[in-house]
């Protein structure tokens, strides 16, 4: 507000409330990845599901073998059920924490450096002349 009063940002009144709007939209997606950062699913709900995709694990692999009539078909039926959600189950643990350094998490450090190199092009005199 001080630098349009001072003429350093020359924009219509329109493009700054909108500017405004998308600085307010911003804050408020930040409050929400420091929820998803600071407030982590409860310990006993992963023991829960932890638990009870180990027992799927042995149900299936009891199942398959009773009802299925060729061991190869009940072991590969077995494995693909098995296999499939202990996979979501994974995603959902990497979902869950998209923060860190590891292979799977967010490019924080470079979304923040583009970020930046924006706002400093935005500072250029060459973006202030319409």
Known sequence: ????????????????????????????????????NEFPLPFPIAQMITFMLTV????????????VRSYIWAGAFSLMVTASFWGAHCIAE??????????????????QRDLNNSLRELLDHRARIP
Request: aromatic share 6%; net charge negative.
């Open 56 to 67: 799927q694990w042995v149900m299936t692999a009891f199942v398959c073998a009773t009802t």
């Open 1 to 36: 507000v001080q630098a349009q009063k001072e003429k350093i940002i020359t924009a219509e009144p329109p493009i700054l409330t909108r500017v405004y709007g998308q600085l307010g939209n911003g804050i408020t997606l930040l409050h929400s990845a420091r929820k998803i």
């Open 94 to 111: 990497e979902i869950e924490m998209p923060f860190g350094c590891d292979a799977n998490d967010l490019p924080l450090k470079e979304m």
